[in-house]
């Protein structure tokens, strides 16, 4: 006779026995569904990459077109890099606290000398108009300041420049001081274009933030009057630029290091 504790016994090993059972059933059934969900996304992923690969998935506009085959184009028509290989030599490490006293003649003129890996490209330097920062220069190039730096990015969209002068090649290097604004109303910028041939302080948006970094336009490129002009590129120094700039930059996005290799081997500035 069973007892009335082994038939309480009894009913739940039989109720373990049912749970135990749904839930191994369960879990078959959600493998069979997974199994079948993953085989279905398999031909959708490979339905989609044939139609991608064989140019039928296009959007419905030009844009939409331009912007799903231009980074496959990017990445199989890169131009060479047209520039040599770099001087022996390593950037330099020095900073300063202040900007250096104010020590050239502003009516002298000033040529500041850049020997790149892609050519040499020559600045008539605006010692009148932008005094500080032609000083600047003249100081920094006759430390070695510039020597091996890596111009580090180059913009192809929108505004059209290729900018130098930081010991990082980072972006946010400077030589440990600031300098003010100069020369904003110059007669060539006219309508907040800033010119091919223009050679610009960078800054970091807000006023008297320049230090070192500056900007060459190869051609025109539209910008608020920020930005200290204090030089204009020889005709064959805007060869060399444009060889630079047709080379294009790295990102794909207009916006990025560029792609040929472009060192300052040396910074001179002369006074004549």
């Not at 850049?114 to 003249?138: E, M, Q, R, W, Y």
């Not at 969209?157 to 010991?167: A, E, K, M, R, S």
Request: contains cysteine.
């Amino acid at each position: 006779m069973v007892t009335q504790e082994q038939r309480k016994r009894q009913l739940a090993r039989e109720k373990f026995l049912r749970q135990q059972q749904r839930r191994t059933e369960a879990r078959r059934k959600a493998r069979v569904r997974n199994s079948v969900i993953a085989s279905v996304l398999g031909v959708i992923l490979v339905g989609s990459l044939a139609l991608y690969t064989s140019g039928v998935m296009k959007g419905d506009d030009k844009a939409g077109a331009s912007a799903q085959t231009t980074p496959s184009a990017a990445a199989t028509s890169k131009a060479p890099d047209p520039c040599e290989k770099p001087a022996a030599g390593k950037v330099g490490t020095q900073s300063w606290k202040k900007e250096p006293a104010l020590s050239i003649d502003k009516s002298a003129k000033y040529t500041l000398d850049l020997a790149t890996t892609c050519g040499k490209i020559d600045i008539a330097l605006k010692a009148l108009a932008a005094p500080h920062t032609v000083n600047s220069f003249d100081f920094l190039a006759n430390k070695g300041f510039f020597d091996h730096t890596k111009c580090h990015r180059l913009t192809t969209n929108g505004i059209y420049v290729l900018q130098c002068g930081d010991p990082t090649g980072s972006g946010s290097g400077g030589p440990g001081y600031t300098i003010p604004d100069e020369n904003l109303k110059d007669k060539s910028l006219k309508s907040n274009v800033y010119p091919a041939g223009t050679v610009a302080m960078a800054n970091t948006g807000q006023a008297h933030t320049g230090g070192s970094q500056f900007f060459l336009v190869y051609q025109d490129s539209q910008l608020p009057p920020s930005y200290t002009p204090f030089g204009t590129i020889s005709e064959s120094g805007m060869k060399v630029l444009k060889k630079i700039a047709a080379a294009g930059e790295s990102t794909g996005a207009g916006d990025g290091a560029p792609n040929a290799t472009v060192v300052i081997n040396k910074a001179t500035v002369t006074k004549s």
